[in-house]
Nanobody
Framework: QVRLKESGGALVQAGGSLRLSCAAS????????MAWYRQAPGKQRELVAS????????TYADSVKGRFTISRDNIKKLVYLQMDSLKLEDTGVYYC??????WGQGTQVTVSS
């Protein structure tokens, strides 16, 4: 059974940084693309970043390019999202995903002014 568990969400001031982690189990992690999504209050869930199985391909939403970095550790079965220069509009619940249809429960990120 696929299991994804996020951690690292917190309340942070604008301009600050956070690192989210996702622990994966129940599937062959090293061969799967992984991704982070987020959902802001009143908005649809959106793709934030994805990383290929071998980390050679990384994609980012335009809104986070240059500020967020996705990475993974295939030995430890972890996916990370390093978030720098956080903005108020980065507030939301962040979900780890094994596309297309596996999700964690999410971790709350709140950016305050």
């Amino acid at each position: 059974q696929v299991r994804l568990k996020e951690s690292g969400g917190a309340l942070v001031q604008a301009g600050g940084s956070l690192r989210l982690s996702c622990a994966a189990s129940g599937f062959t992690f090293r061969v799967n693309t992984m991704a982070w999504y987020r959902q802001a209050p009143g908005k649809q869930r959106e793709l934030v970043a994805s990383v290929s199985s071998d980390s050679t391909t990384k994609t980012y939403a335009d809104s986070v390019k240059g500020r967020f970095t996705i990475s993974r550790d295939n030995i430890k079965k972890l996916v990370y999202l390093q978030m720098d220069s956080l903005k108020l509009e980065d507030t939301g619940v962040y979900y780890c995903s094994k596309p297309p249809d596996a999700w964690g429960q999410g971790t709350q990120v709140t950016v305050s002014s």
